[in-house]
């Protein structure tokens, strides 16, 4: 079964990585994703779209109406639609936010949010064909799976690399479980020892990733493994 899948990324490092990387392997299994990044603005006078980059003092109503315009456009039966939001920094008023913050397990924490997202975008529309996902804890976790990677993008900064590599290991490994403090998240890390990083991520992000592959992203970031999985099934 062919399955068209509508991916919003929160901003253009996503929507990069999706189209570089994560289409061509779903394409694989006959699911065929494009992406969008999330709606900022509008200028009503010239009629132009602002999209790139969530901006976070907007309220999560502005997420909901974007992805439920694009669920009303394309309503066709062999159609899917999901996110690749982060986590970190989620707004305060983002469906299950209370009750994800009682718990302690990162984990169960994303299952909360995406389970209240799921029912809050189907309920609003009486529709079935959205998939929630919530990255642990943001978009850089991906290239801590395989920091090393770096160095392509990010040549004689050997020390600064090693340094993410021990700081991984020291975090037991696994990069979906790097916290999302306002100056310990994945990418605030990365910053910290790579400050050119900060103005280069939407370009220098998405290819560190996609050098380091999908089978290394599948195998050492569970929860991201586990969307990927439901959205191959759909092919199936």
């Not at 999706?18 to 299994?29: K, S």
């Not at 456009?73 to 209370?98: C, H, I, K, W």
């Not at 996902?133 to 090693?162: C, G, K, N, S, T």
Request: glycine content about 6%; aromatic content about 8%.
């Amino acid at each position: 079964m062919s399955i068209r899948l509508h991916i919003t990324a929160e901003g253009q490092t996503e929507e990069r990585f999706v189209r570089n990387t994560l289409a061509p392997y779903l394409g694989e299994q006959t699911v065929w994703a494009d992406a969008r990044c999330l709606l900022t603005g509008r200028d009503k006078r010239a009629g132009i779209l602002h999209r790139g980059g969530f901006r976070r003092q907007r309220p999560y109503d502005t997420v909901r109406k974007d992805i439920c315009s694009w669920m009303k456009e394309d309503r066709q039966s062999d159609v899917r639609f999901t996110t690749m939001l982060d986590l970190y920094a989620l707004p305060n008023d983002f469906p299950g936010y209370s009750g994800a913050q009682r718990e302690t397990d990162p984990y169960c924490r994303v299952a909360v949010l995406e389970a209240a997202l799921a029912a809050d975008i189907n309920g609003e529309l009486n529709d079935t064909r959205f998939i929630p996902y919530v990255q642990l804890h943001e978009f850089e976790a991906l290239i801590l799976a395989e920091p090393q990677q770096l160095d392509w993008e990010f040549l004689e900064h050997d020390d600064p690399i090693r340094r993410l590599v021990d700081m991984v290991a020291r975090e037991g490994g696994n990069p979906e479980l790097i916290d999302d403090g306002a100056t310990t998240a994945p990418s605030k890390r990365i910053i910290a020892e790579i400050p050119e990083y900060a103005g280069n991520k939407a370009t220098s992000g998405p290819l560190v990733a996609d050098r380091i592959g999908m089978p290394i992203l599948l195998e050492r970031c569970r929860h991201f493994a586990q969307w990927v999985d439901e959205l191959l099934r759909l092919g199936k």
